[in-house]
């Protein structure tokens, strides 16, 4: 038997663990939200840092990576005793199909099937990790401030959204965030000019914008 993990988040460029094989490719029918709270990694019980989900969205594709873990029972146990304590707050494990063509229409034909992905239960009574969805000034705000024993909220927010761009699949909802946050940010003077920005390779159109523009983004934490 062999193990399939798709990441959507940290697990991008951080998974952690013994695999075998990589790959780039996308689920369909979910996207990625920011709405699961997080209490002891990048936040506290006080003040719960918020980090990415999957939301259940006819038609919407969320791309990220899916890793292997072969060599036998004992190997795949390792991982996903591995995964299970690190996405403890994910109460859910999903089986979905695997794309890696860029055709993302519904005609295109699953590469992998049975691949597992860490999900959470939408409710804010069965799930006590889940925060729900808040605006998007609000999210970035408590985003901005919010840390814990493995660093700060907006690095994780930053680094999925340069993981993004490095995998050349970037997260419109996921820069529109990242530079809400920016503007919550009071970086000293010399930092920033230490900061080049990234011009995104995609026409981002806000959802308060009417206008499509092409954005500028500092990789910082």
């Not at 062999?2 to 695999?19: C, H, K, T």
């Not at 409710?123 to 000034?137: R, T, V």
């Amino acid at each position: 038997m062999v193990l399939w993990v798709f990441g959507y988040g940290s697990l991008i460029w951080n998974p952690g663990f013994d695999f075998d094989e990589k790959l780039i490719g996308y689920i369909k029918d979910y996207k990625r939200v920011f709405d699961l709270g997080c209490i002891d990694h990048r936040g506290t019980p006080e003040h719960p840092a918020r980090t990415c989900t999957l939301e259940e969205s006819t038609g919407a594709i969320c791309w990220g990576a899916a890793y292997c873990v072969r060599g036998g029972p004992e190997k795949e146990k390792l991982a996903m005793e591995y995964l299970e304590g690190r996405e403890c707050e994910y109460d859910l494990k999903t089986l979905v199909e695997f794309y890696t063509e860029t055709d993302t229409t519904k005609q295109s034909k699953p590469i992998l099937t049975g691949v597992i992905v860490f999900t959470s239960t939408p409710d804010k009574l069965s799930n006590k990790y889940y925060l729900g969805p808040a605006p998007m000034e609000e999210m970035a705000m408590q985003i901005a401030t919010a840390s814990g024993p493995c660093g700060n909220n907006r690095e994780y927010l930053f680094k999925l959204e340069k993981a993004m761009h490095d995998i050349e699949h970037e997260d419109e909802y996921v820069i529109e965030l990242a530079n809400e946050v920016r503007k919550h940010l009071d970086l000293p003077k010399e930092v920033k000019a230490l900061l080049k920005p990234v011009v995104s390779r995609i026409s981002i159109k806000s959802h308060s914008q009417a206008h499509v523009s092409t954005l500028q983004r500092v990789f910082a934490s």
